[in-house]
């Protein structure tokens, strides 16, 4: 009997490639494949690497790790919706409220990872006569050390509570689709991205240029980015590439704004709590320093992202499906 072969999935070419870099080794491209067969394939590596990510937390307190675990969650939590008219949709709804649970907690964290960092840079050398400020930060560096053991406490709680509801056996059960489809995978894949696209592009073509358009354009961004990795190998295409690219830088950019945004947010609770004079005076100054650099990011991106390249965008995407 030949060895069944499934299309190869193919992963943008980022940072986060690393988290599925065995996903694209397990697939052969077939045209000929049916839908269901890559779904349940795909889908089982996508949920066996979040398990993996997620177990992989409860050993280290490493940043870079929980990072992972929010970009896995959220992959699979789009391949969920791309891949849901073959999948029962009680299990769909149950596995996405899981990765939901997980990516905020795996979010919250990492904003404090990223703060601990932006804070460490700021502490001023030994030698330096600021001794009043290095020690604001070392006090400031020690309740985001606090907050970031509580967050992964929280991580660990979400997991163990997947564990009780079955997380394995459950994995097992939303890769057996509830009835055989006879539609290749091209097909189906190409059907399904379409909707994303346009939904892409109604959020895309709109600019007020307002903290909450930019958010809502990250979220699209992402889940199209993530949506396009579905397509196979094979179907690489100069506009496929273009869009790819431009979502990353998208997601580059954007990402600034946010990791600002939070910053700011975390330090504005903690300016809430009683604290000494100098400690606040810290706090309160890096606060505005990061809400500044949040609107300097903001501006910056809107910049970049103009009615030009907006449309460059859209019609890259059409082009991608002109064919079908």
């Known amino acids: 009997m030949l060895e069944r072969q499934f299309p190869r999935i193919r992963l943008t070419a980022d940072t986060d490639q690393s988290t599925f870099r065995g996903i694209s080794e397990q697939f052969r491209l077939q045209e000929s494949c049916y839908a269901t067969?890559?779904?349940?394939?795909t889908l089982r590596t996508y949920l066996d690497e979040v398990w993996k990510t997620c177990e992989k937390v409860s050993?280290?307190?490493?940043?870079?790790?929980?990072?992972?675990?929010?970009?896995?969650?959220?992959?699979?939590s789009v391949a969920l919706s791309i891949f849901s008219p073959l999948l029962s949709k009680k299990l769909v709804a149950s596995f996405k409220q899981s990765l939901r649970s997980l990516r905020k907690t795996a979010g919250a964290t990492r904003d404090y990872d990223v703060l601990s960092e932006r804070l460490q840079l700021h502490?001023?050398?030994?030698?330096?006569?600021?001794s009043i400020q290095r020690s604001s930060l070392s006090q400031l560096l020690q309740l985001v050390a606090i907050k970031q053991t509580v967050n992964r406490a929280s991580i660990m709680s979400v997991r163990s509570q997947l564990l009780l509801w079955g997380w394995q056996s459950r994995s097992d059960d939303i890769t057996a689709p509830i009835q055989q489809n006879k539609k290749l995978y091209k097909a189906f894949i190409q059907h399904r991205l379409k909707?994303?696209?346009?939904q892409f592009s109604v959020i895309a073509k709109s600019h007020k240029k307002k903290p909450e358009q930019l958010h809502q354009l990250r979220i699209a961004g992402k889940n199209l980015r993530y949506a396009l990795e579905l397509l196979p190998e094979k179907d690489l295409s100069k506009p496929l590439e273009t869009c790819q690219k431009i979502l990353r830088k998208m997601q580059k950019k954007v990402g600034d704004f946010t990791d600002h945004t939070a910053a700011a947010e975390i330090l504005k609770q903690f300016s809430k709590e009683p604290m000494a004079d100098d400690m606040l005076y810290v706090i309160n100054t890096m606060q505005r320093e990061e809400?500044?650099?949040?609107?300097?990011?903001?501006?910056?991106?809107?910049?970049?992202w103009t009615k030009k390249r907006c449309r460059l965008m859209?019609?890259?995407l059409n082009k991608v499906f002109k064919n079908d």
Do not use: M, Q
């Open 123 to 130: 502490i001023p050398p030994e030698s330096s006569s600021s």
């Open 37 to 41: 067969d890559v779904v349940v394939t």
């Open 59 to 76: 050993t280290t307190a490493d940043p870079e790790t929980v990072r992972r675990l929010r970009v896995t969650a959220k992959r699979t």
């Open 291 to 304: 809400n500044t650099l949040a609107n300097i990011s903001r501006h910056g991106f809107f910049d970049w």
């Open 195 to 198: 909707k994303s696209c346009a």
């Open 314 to 316: 859209c019609k890259k």
